[in-house]
Structure formats: C-alpha cells, structure tokens
C-alpha cells in the first residue's frame, strides 16, 4: 500500500529563510507524530528548494517537490527550470498542471501530457492537477471536463506506475477560496477518477489521489478518511507550520 501524501504548495510565497525556517518549525511541530501512513511533501518556490532541502536532509518521511517544470534538459528557455534542475536541488516529486497554471498562464493539456511524459522519464514522481471550474459545474460538465483532463494529460506517458503518478483533483472553485468541496463532492469525484483509472491504467486501482481545496485543520480528518482519497494537496493553510503540522496530524 502506497503512503498518503500530505503536500504543501508554497506558491509564490515565502523568501529563502522563511521557508528554510517554516521546514524546521514543521518537523519540530510533527515531531515523532507523523503516522506511518503518511508522507509529508513540501513543494515551495524554485529558489527556497535548496534551502528547504538541506533543511530536509536526514529526516524520514519529508520529502521536496518543484511547483513546474519545462520539459526539456536544458535550452534556450529563459524563465524556465529542467527536472535535472529540480532533482539537483533535491526534488522528487513535482506539479503538473495546477489550476493556476492552467488558467492564469494558459498551459494546455497537450502541453501537460508532454510534460507529465517528460518528468516520470526524468526521475520525478509527477502530480497531475485536474478539476472544474465553477461554471463547468453548474453545466454538470464535471465528469467530462475531469475525465478529459486525465485522458488528455496521460496521452503521452500511457501506462505509468502507481509509485510514480498521482493525481490531485482541486476543483478551480474551492482553490484559495475558503470553500471547500463537500465530501459528498470529493467523494463523488474520486470515485469516478478511480472508475476511469482502474480499467484504462493496469495499476489503477493504485494511483493514488490527493484532494485540494481550501484544506484545513479543522476539515482534514473528515476529507483524508473518505475513499479513494489518498492524501490532501494543500495551499494557504500549509504556509505556517503550526496549521500545516494540524493538517499532516490530522
Ligand atoms: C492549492 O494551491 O493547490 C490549493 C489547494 O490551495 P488552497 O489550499 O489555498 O485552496
């Protein structure tokens, strides 16, 4: 059984030594309470990777992860970071797809497959973001639009294996919104995610899929117990240690 992934999304928050400092004050608030189900996943900003990661370095169950990548080894691509440039600051894992990348810098899922293929073949343990916005729910379009997505962004990779792809359904509207889907929601929706996974990918019932979405302390426990869910992708609420520490307790 593959251990549930408690990842925190730094964004664009956070100078080298906030998050150097926010990284200690975890492991000190987790202390030897971390369950032995659970993986914790810290993924800041490019330039707080190394940081964090020596910060990391010897601790049991922490693990680093880079918020994008552009997929190629290296090349005339300013603005842009390799995976080789992420596993040598220390990162294992590494986001694909997120909503805001998806809306506000206008990635495709075309690009995103590219991508998801690129970093599992680069040693990353890739999380494939998908979810619908708000008005694609309300025209009940959230089968389609997340099956779609998930078709679309496995394209390239085909068969991938459990260890190495996750999914995080982070429904756009409940993204730093405070509002968070409903379990009946999450439930819903992991449940078809994992309908489409077991029979179209030969380790499917495996993969494992994280919930995103206004994740709090005082909403982990109920979210984390439900099927099909196998960890929490998490943003403002990961950003001081004190609730992100609640949140991987939970
Ligand atoms: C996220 O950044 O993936 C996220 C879910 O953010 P928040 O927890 O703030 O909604």
Known sequence: MLKKIMAANWKMYKTRDDASRTARELVVAVGDKLPDDREVLLIPPF???YGVSEMLAGQTGYFLGGQNFYPEQEGAYTGEISPQQLTDCGCSFALVGHS???HVLGERDDFLAEKVLYGLNSNLKI???IGETIEERKQGL???VLL?????GLARAGQVKAENFIIAYEPVWAIGTGETAG???IAQAHDLIRSWLEPNQQEGKD?????GGSVKPDNCATIISLDNVDGVLVGGASLKADSFSKIVTA
Do not use: H, M, S
């Open 47 to 49: 330039t707080a990777l």
């Open 100 to 102: 805001e990348r998806r």
């Open 127 to 129: 999380i494939l973001c």
């Open 142 to 144: 959230v089968e389609q």
């Open 148 to 152: 779609g997505q998930l078709e679309k």
């Open 183 to 185: 379990p009946e929601d």
């Open 207 to 211: 993969i494992r899929i994280l919930y």
